[in-house]
């Protein structure tokens, strides 16, 4: 059966210190990827997805990254964490249409 | 680009009553998609619709697409504790933002005994 995970599940990093989150598929092939954020009590914004290795399309400017470096590997990076980077991540893999979400990550920039 | 808009943001409910949170999008959506976040949890997908005007019902809930694929809602008859969490919708468009998911903000509700 097909499985997504994502960790780590809770992070507290200082502000400009870097950031790396991971999040693997088992079970399929070729699945399509996503990264969401979640802000406290709000919506799921939508960050990134990738269609295949190497390919990553951003949906909102940021200081944050993604790449796709195998085929169930989805990271999302960055550089510099902001005040503004804290809140919920989330990891989602849609397969004909349904989204199936990782555990998420709660990240607390300080 | 497509948008996806939900209300009410928040809705305070007795138990025993009904509620109904509404979806729409900006644009044509190709299907609609209704998602539970327990609070703490994460995102878990309840149903999906296609066709225009199609109706399902889970239980308790029943979810609607609209006749023009641009509107959707989720109605809960005789709300319980259990129903606690936020409710998203979520739609995919036309061809150009293929496999783009796009939620709503969501719907929080809140279910006092």
């Known amino acids: 059966s097909q499985t997504i995970h994502q960790w780590p599940a809770t992070l507290v990093q200082p502000v400009g210190s870097p950031l790396s989150l991971e999040c693997t598929v088992e079970?399929?092939?070729?699945?399509?990827l996503y990264w969401y954020r979640q802000a406290a009590g709000r919506g799921l914004q939508l960050l990134f997805y990738s269609v295949g290795i190497g390919q990553i399309s951003s949906e909102v400017p940021q200081n944050l990254s993604a790449s796709r470096p195998q085929d169930r590997q989805f990271i999302l990076s960055s550089k510099k964490l902001l005040l503004s980077d804290s809140g919920f991540y989330l990891c989602?893999?849609?397969?004909?249409?349904?989204?199936?979400f990782g555990q998420g990550t709660r990240l607390t920039v300080v | 680009g497509q948008q996806v808009m939900q209300i009410p943001q928040y809705q305070h409910v007795q138990e025993g009553e009904d509620f109904t949170t509404y979806c729409n999008s900006s644009?044509?959506?190709?299907?609609i998609q209704w998602y539970k976040q327990r609070p703490g949890g994460h995102p878990v997908f309840l149903i999906q619709?296609?066709?225009?005007?199609e109706v399902k019902k889970q239980k308790r809930l029943t979810f609607q697409f609209g006749e023009a694929k641009k509107n959707s809602s989720l109605h809960i008859t005789a709300t319980q504790t259990t129903d606690v969490g936020t409710y998203f919708c979520?739609?995919?468009?036309?061809?150009?933002?293929?496999?783009?998911?796009?939620f709503g903000a969501g719907t929080q509700v809140v279910v006092t005994p």
């Open positions: 979520a739609g995919t468009g036309g061809t150009d933002s293929w496999g783009k998911l796009q």
């Open positions: 619709l296609v066709k225009s005007g």
């Open positions: 079970g399929t092939s070729n699945p399509n």
């Open positions: 644009t044509t959506l190709s299907n």
């Open positions: 989602a893999w849609i397969l004909n249409t349904e989204a199936f």
